[in-house]
């Protein structure tokens, strides 16, 4: 399925997606040709409303987590921000295998103490 393209006004485009999702473009997006007659190349951002969470506590409004620094009980402790660990808040290397998968580059959250 491809997105959809429509003008507003003044160098803005919507982008509808298959799924429903409208995102507004400044100049990403064009609409005609260039003076010579040719055609002008548009470059489409798609963005797509996929849910980063997939599983984990989602029973609460917002998953927020604090540490005080000067409790924790490892000189550096590691806190996962890919959301596919194991032992979430704790990374447990998750984030190795789901960059892979995707081509990301997520990484953990290191504290010192």
């Known amino acids: 399925?491809?997105?959809?393209?429509?003008?507003?006004?003044?160098?803005?485009?919507n982008?509808?997606?298959?799924?429903?999702?409208?995102?507004?473009?400044?100049k990403a997006c064009s609409f005609g040709g260039v003076g010579d007659g040719r055609?002008?190349?548009a470059v489409l951002v798609k963005a797509e409303a996929v849910s980063?969470?997939?599983?984990?506590?989602k029973s609460e409004a917002k998953v927020v987590d604090s540490?005080?620094?000067t409790e924790?009980?490892?000189?550096?402790?590691a806190y996962c921000r890919c959301w596919r660990s194991g032992t979430?808040?704790?990374?447990d290397g998750s984030h190795v295998?789901?960059?892979?998968?995707?081509?990301d580059n997520v990484g953990p959250l290191l504290l010192k103490k």
């Open 1 to 13: 399925m491809e997105s959809v393209l429509s003008h507003v006004g003044a160098g803005f485009c």
């Open 15 to 26: 982008v509808i997606s298959p799924r429903g999702v409208v995102s507004t473009h400044f």
């Open 39 to 41: 055609p002008r190349r």
């Open 52 to 57: 980063i969470n997939p599983d984990i506590r």
């Open 67 to 69: 540490v005080v620094v």
């Open 72 to 77: 924790l009980s490892q000189p550096l402790t």
């Open 88 to 91: 979430f808040p704790l990374c």
């Open 97 to 103: 295998k789901h960059n892979k998968a995707t081509g």
